[in-house]
């Protein structure tokens, strides 16, 4: 089984500000990863599909990179919708997995 | 626009099978672009997937979860339903059904997911 790690744990960052996330696999899972943006009390929303594409009607602002074993999601600008929970996840392999998650917060 | 509903029984006594339905709308569950599979989340916790299976009745499962799932499709009715047996309170979570992108013979990301149905497993 991949296991999908995620840093930092939670991120506190101002609305506007720049956040950065990473996603570490513990093999290489090529440019099967995906990112997930959940609201609280809302279902995960796809955000990043290979690694680097924007799914369908995601602002610019979002940006995915890395291929192999690390990643990382970029917010460049911080809007409000986007305090909430991320996640990484691999499907290069069964069984899929997901990462911990990172929580982005209000500074 | 696909939408998916989840629904079944918000309580389930340990022991038990616990049996849950995703509604597929606004598409077909039988799409050879699609696969479906079945998330969880503890709550506070983070996401599990816990199986999946194509359009073709091919099934993945999770394997810490395998002895006691199994997940089917009823293309008559559009719906995709999951059962997992022998439930205890570590079985408590949001389940979501969700659809996944598949092409040429490979599985993708979940790119629709429902809002969930919370399963409680208590006395």
């Known amino acids: 089984e991949i296991v999908m790690t995620q840093s930092p744990a939670t991120l506190s960052v101002s609305p506007g500000e720049r956040a950065t996330l990473s996603c570490r696999a513990s093999q290489s899972v090529s440019s099967s990863l995906a990112w997930y943006r959940q609201k609280p009390g809302q279902a995960p929303r796809l955000l990043i599909y290979g690694a680097s594409t924007r799914a369908t009607g995601i602002p610019a602002r979002f940006s995915g990179s890395g291929s192999g074993t690390e990643f990382t999601l970029t917010i460049s600008s911080l809007q409000s919708e986007d305090f909430a929970v991320y996640y990484c996840?691999?499907?290069?392999?069964?069984?899929?997995?997901f990462g911990p998650g990172t929580k982005v917060d209000i500074k | 626009q696909l939408q998916l509903q989840e629904s079944g029984p918000g309580l389930v006594k340990p022991s038990e099978t616990l049996s849950l339905t995703c509604t597929v709308s606004g598409g077909s569950i039988s799409s050879s672009s699609s696969f479906w599979g079945w998330i969880r989340q503890p709550p506070g916790k983070g996401l599990e997937w816990i199986a999946s299976?194509?359009?073709?009745?091919?099934?993945f499962y999770n394997p810490s979860l395998r002895s006691r799932v199994t997940i089917s499709v009823d293309t008559s009715k559009n719906q995709l339903s999951l059962k997992l047996s022998s439930v205890t309170a570590a079985d408590t979570a949001m389940y979501h059904c969700?659809?996944?992108?598949?092409?040429?013979?490979?599985?993708?990301?979940?790119?629709?997911w429902g809002q969930g149905t919370l399963v409680t497993v208590s006395s």
């Open positions: 299976i194509s359009y073709s009745g091919s099934t």
């Open positions: 996840q691999q499907y290069k392999n069964w069984p899929f997995t």
């Open positions: 969700a659809r996944g992108y598949y092409s040429s013979s490979r599985w993708y990301h979940f790119d629709f």
